[in-house]
């Protein structure tokens, strides 16, 4: 298994800022795969966060995270980050860093296609 390792989370108050980190090797990876972040508050759904799709080179996020989210890749380092800007408290969640293979497009950016979990970072935004 290619080893996935999340880092960066932290509690925070509404307004602020944190920057997650995540180690994941892409040079397994062929085709057109996606990667990228998801979240899961508690009693919620793990849910698509923020994706880069290898097939055009475009960049997803969800609308609640537009303009305050932003993700980067260094695939030298095996590195992926994402810097969360205003942050409010309904992106309180355990935070994951992912790959999705044979993905096109961001509805196949699913955590149900994800074979593989780190164990998360914890964000916890406080008003």
């Known amino acids: 298994q290619v080893p996935v390792v999340e880092s960066g989370g932290g509690s925070v108050q509404s307004g602020e800022s944190l920057t997650l980190s995540c180690v994941i090797s892409v040079r397994y990876y062929y085709g057109s795969y996606c990667i990228g972040w998801f979240r899961q508050a508690p009693g919620k759904e793990r849910e698509g966060v923020a994706a880069?799709?290898?097939?055009?080179?475009?960049?997803w996020y969800t609308e609640s995270v537009k303009g305050r989210f932003t993700m980067s890749q260094v695939k030298s380092s095996d590195s992926l980050f994402l810097l969360m800007n205003n942050l409010k408290p309904e992106d309180t969640a355990m935070y994951y860093c992912?790959?999705?293979?044979?993905?096109?497009?961001?509805?196949?950016?699913?955590?149900?296609?994800?074979?593989?979990w780190g164990q998360g970072t914890q964000v916890t935004v406080s008003s």
């Open positions: 992912a790959v999705v293979v044979s993905c096109y497009g961001e509805h196949d950016f699913k955590a149900p296609h994800v074979i593989h």
């Open positions: 880069t799709i290898t097939l055009n080179n475009s960049t």
